[in-house]
């Protein structure tokens, strides 16, 4: 069975603080997801990585930074966190990018809260 | 990505109900999704659509892929409790290759 795993599922910090939020993969997937999940605004694409080492923006990568160094594990992280950084935070990953089946594998989310 | 708009944005629904939901953008997309997001859970993939037209059955859900190419729909047959969620449409464009996400509905169920 296919499995996106997040490390963290709930986390507290404070303004200011460097946050790490960690996604592994199990099924050789290429390409790698950071979204951001906030209600009435639906899944906003933070980054993506479609290679080792690779990384693209998506649509709200302000205040984020990702690392890829390896195939299977993905990182989001954010430099000095903010309270409008609260969030549900989703990695995802997927066999196919451009043209493909468009089916994206969820990890479980980290919702993170900054005070 | 572009928006999509998806509604309703939720729904109280009596158990045994067919519901309705869509999704419509101002763009043209050659593959329309349906994902379901469980409560403390990432969503996961319902249906894909790939042509223009196309209707699809997974079990009581079906969706329908628009003839313009703008839009989508998903309906669920004889609702059971464990269609509470959350509901994303997703479409993606031949020169694209991000998804782009409706707003969601939120479904639940009364029993």
């Known amino acids: 069975d296919v499995k996106v795993t997040q490390s963290s599922r709930y986390l507290v910090k404070r303004t200011g603080e460097k946050v790490f939020l960690e996604c592994v993969q199990d099924?050789?997937?290429?390409?790698m997801f950071w979204y951001r999940q906030d209600p009435g605004l639906g899944l906003r694409l933070i980054y993506f990585s479609y290679d080792v080492k690779m990384k693209e923006k998506g649509d709200i990568p302000e205040g984020y930074s990702v690392s890829r160094e390896k195939k299977e594990r993905f990182s989001l992280i954010l430099e000095s966190a903010s309270t409008n950084q609260t969030s549900m935070y989703l990695c995802?990953?997927?066999?196919?990018?451009?043209?493909?089946?468009?089916?994206?594998?969820f990890g479980e989310g980290s919702r993170l809260t900054v005070l | 990505g572009q928006q999509l708009n998806q509604s309703p944005q939720s729904m109280f629904i009596q158990e045994g109900e067919d519901v309705s939901m869509n999704c419509t953008s101002s763009s043209i997309f050659n593959t329309w999704l349906w994902y379901k997001q469980d409560p403390g859970e990432g969503p996961v993939l319902l249906i894909a659509l790939y042509k223009a037209g196309e209707l699809t059955s997974n079990g009581r859900l079906t969706a329908q892929f628009g003839i313009t190419r703008k839009d989508s729909f998903l309906n669920i047959s004889a609702s059971i409790p464990s269609d509470v969620g959350i509901y994303f449409c997703?479409?993606?464009?031949?020169?694209?290759?991000?998804?782009?996400f409706g707003a969601g509905t939120t479904v639940t169920v009364r029993a």
């Open positions: 997703a479409g993606l464009r031949s020169n694209d290759y991000k998804l782009s």
């Open positions: 995802a990953s997927s066999l196919f990018l451009a043209s493909g089946s468009g089916e994206l594998f």
């Open positions: 099924m050789d997937h290429e390409n």
